[in-house]
Each structure stands twice: as structure tokens, then as C-alpha cells.
């Protein structure tokens, strides 16, 4: 069993920056493939961004490529969210999670979910 909690949420003006932060416990995650999602109110979780385990691939959604940046750090057990430019879209609790499946892409493949952080953009 993988424990996550996250982190680091909370309001930020648009265009401004936040990171949010992942600490796992329970096993290394040093096998697992790591990413975010994020569900915003009345809509479905997505997917936001992932990294293989060894660090050197990321994949992100579309909406967040060249704003958001994701990066773990296996020997602490923990995986961060640097978000710069943010949008009032980008409003919406922010998910932790694992997967064995890559790329990770959907909710389905996720293994272990952490229990989210807000984080709310104002315009």
C-alpha cells in the first residue's frame, strides 16, 4: 500500500504561480509511474501531468503544457507541481497519484489516489 498526501494548495491570483507538493509513504515509489489530476467543480477528473519512475520522461495535458512542470524526487519519497501562468480554468482539487501503466493518461490506471489540495485561481 501507497499512502499520498498532498500539499501546497490554495488561492493564487491569474498569471500568478503555486506548487503543490506530494509526500508518499508506505513503499518507494521509485517503481511506480507518478502524476496529477484534477477535478474542477461540475466537471469530470482529468489528467494533468506524469513522470516515469526513473525521472526521465513527463507527459502533460494540453491545457498545461508550457505552464506546469512536474518532478519527483524518489530518494524523499516525494513529487511536486510547479504551476506558473495559471488560469481561473486551472481552478480544482489537485490529485496525487500512482499507476504501474504508462503513459498515464486516465483515471482507470491510477493505483493509488492521494486525497487532493485546492487550489483556486481568481481572475
Known amino acids: 500500500q501507497v499512502q499520498l498526501v498532498e500539499s501546497g494548495g490554495g488561492m493564487v491570483q491569474a498569471g500568478g504561480s503555486l506548487r503543490v507538493s506530494c509526500a508518499a509513504s508506505?513503499?518507494?515509489?521509485?517503481?511506480?509511474?507518478m502524476g496529477w489530476f484534477r477535478q474542477a467543480p461540475g466537471k469530470e477528473r482529468e489528467f494533468v501531468a506524469t513522470?516515469?519512475?526513473?525521472?526521465?520522461?513527463?507527459y502533460y495535458a494540453d491545457s498545461v503544457k508550457g505552464r506546469f512542470s512536474v518532478s519527483r524526487d524518489n530518494a524523499k519519497n516525494t513529487m511536486d507541481l510547479q504551476m506558473n501562468s495559471v488560469k481561473p480554468e486551472d481552478t480544482a482539487v489537485y490529485y496525487c497519484v500512482a499507476s504501474t501503466r504508462w503513459p498515464l493518461e486516465t483515471s482507470d490506471q491510477v493505483v493509488y489516489w492521494g486525497q487532493g489540495t485546492q487550489v483556486t485561481v481568481s481572475s
Open positions: 513522470v516515469t519512475g526513473d525521472t526521465r520522461t513527463t
Open positions: 508506505g513503499r518507494t515509489i521509485d517503481r511506480y509511474v
